[in-house]
């Protein structure tokens, strides 16, 4: 037994030392084998492209509009804050908030008993003066002045007799029997009556035109002074009765009767919400495309159907804390159902463009640089890569300035990560009914999971 032992343990040994030898040998054979069938496996998969499935749409010729839209809040066409010009206690209302009023209608009075006294004392000073005035126009003349008249009429008077004495010696003169020197004197006579004539008359038109006039000027005074003053009461007494400077209705009521108006606070507010008015603030390059009179809607929560409208107002000027331009879009309200102080939505078409090239929104995206880009489907069954320049965008529309024709065809889903030039599969849209649609995206992401699938599988049988 000792003798077989001593005989197997050599072969162990030499069996050992073999494998020692022999196994960086049989390692290299596996590497080298390995680098093969790597190699071989790699070549297989290099010759078989990765193909997408995208959906594409054409290229579309058609007209196209560019919206301003802001948020904005709703005012009313005209509103008033009637504020009363005196301090006084409400007497009373005669409207109530919500009520209809019409412009010039009373709306409340407050406390005038002291201003319908001072009212009425001021009138009768005015009657007064007018009395006054009338007797003063329609007065005979001063004594002074019936005197110059008097003296007037005689120096007159003188010298017509003067005049016929002068004629009758004259004849007499002709006929021999007057002397020369008595038509002479007669002469004289007529000369010195002539002037005190000339100076009586001159002596009345003085007094009438100076003693005259200052005196009814000083009546006239009086009769304005008691006229402004009487004016003056009535307004203050008119101030007492606060009436409605619009159409519209009674919005705010803060007061009631018996309590103090303060000069300075609104004592009731009307607003005619017959029309609204829509501000909005809108950047500096939307508000140069639109102007007066342009068309838009006003969309209001709860209110299913958008309310049509047109711009009454784009300012002139920015506003200097936003550096935005405000502008006004008016719209009818007949229902009143539009309320002021609403937020709504503000809608302004400011450019249309016919024959426009127009792709959907979701076919562009960003080249690594920012500049905007599509994926065209070619003819060669592979999607490249344009560079383009949009213009207006319009919903899920835009338009296209530069890059494409009206014969392309865009990749509308699936563009976004597709590397240019890769192969592409074109499937048809889903369906339009939103079940169908969601069905369709999942049995086409079902396709998608199942292809993607089934490539690593082949390749397993291959390895």
């Not at 009657?127 to 005197?147: F, N, R």
């Not at 609104?266 to 495309?289: E, G, Y």
């Not at 047109?310 to 550096?323: E, I, N, Q, Y």
């Not at 009206?406 to 939103?434: F, R, S």
Request: hydrophobic share 40%.
């Amino acid at each position: 037994m000792k003798h077989i032992k001593l005989a197997v343990i050599p072969n162990r040994r030499n069996m050992l030392d073999r494998l020692r030898h022999t196994f960086p040998q049989l390692i290299t054979l596996a590497t080298v084998a390995g680098l093969v069938f790597a190699v071989g496996c790699s070549k297989e998969k290099g010759d078989q492209e990765p193909t997408v499935a995208v959906q594409v749409a054409p290229v579309e010729k058609t007209s196209i509009e560019h919206t301003v839209t802001a948020q904005a809040i709703l005012f009313p066409r005209q509103q008033a804050a009637i504020v009363p010009k005196i301090s006084a206690p409400v007497q009373k209302f005669l409207v109530k908030r919500g009520s209809k009023v019409r412009q010039g209608q009373l709306l409340a009075v407050l406390e005038n008993r002291d201003l319908a006294a001072a009212a009425q004392d001021t009138k009768g000073g005015y009657e007064q003066e007018q009395a006054a005035y009338a007797t003063t126009t329609g007065a005979s003349l001063p004594e002074e002045m019936q005197k110059a008249e008097a003296d007037a009429q005689q120096a007159q008077k003188a010298l017509d007799a003067q005049e016929k004495v002068y004629q009758s010696r004259q004849q007499l003169f002709e006929q021999g029997a007057l002397p020369r020197k008595e038509l002479d004197q007669s002469g004289v006579d007529v000369t010195q009556a002539r002037n005190a004539n000339a100076i009586a008359k001159n002596h009345l038109d003085a007094l009438k035109a100076i003693g005259k006039q200052q005196e009814l000027k000083a009546a006239a005074g009086k009769l304005e002074s008691a006229k402004g003053k009487y004016m003056g009461a009535t307004a203050q007494l008119g101030y007492s009765e606060i009436r409605s400077p619009i159409n519209g209705f009674v919005t705010d009521r803060p007061i009631y009767p018996g309590e103090m108006a303060a000069a300075g606070t609104p004592l009731i507010t009307v607003m005619d919400t017959s029309a609204v008015i829509a501000k909005a603030h809108i950047p500096q390059a939307d508000a140069a495309l639109l102007k007066v009179g342009d068309k838009g809607t006003i969309t209001v929560p709860g209110i299913e159907k958008p309310i049509e409208g047109k711009l009454t107002v784009v300012s002139p000027a920015l506003d200097p804390s936003s550096t935005t331009v405000e502008v006004w879009l008016e719209a009818k309200n007949p229902k009143q159902q539009l309320k002021p102080g609403t937020s709504v939505q503000l809608s302004v078409t400011a450019e249309t463009v016919k024959d426009a090239l127009v792709v959907p929104a979701s076919a562009l995206v960003s080249a690594p640089d920012g500049s905007p880009v599509v994926m065209v489907a070619g003819t060669d069954g592979k999607a490249h890569q344009k560079a383009v320049k949009i213009g207006i965008r319009q919903g899920d529309d835009v338009q296209i300035l530069e890059g494409l024709t009206e014969n392309d065809k865009v990749v509308a889903t699936g563009a976004y990560g597709l590397p240019d030039n890769t192969k592409i599969k074109v499937e048809a849209a889903p369906a339009e009914a939103p079940a169908a649609g969601g069905k369709g995206e999942g049995a086409k992401g079902e396709g998608a999971k199942g292809e993607d699938s089934k490539a690593p599988s082949e390749g397993k049988s291959e390895k």
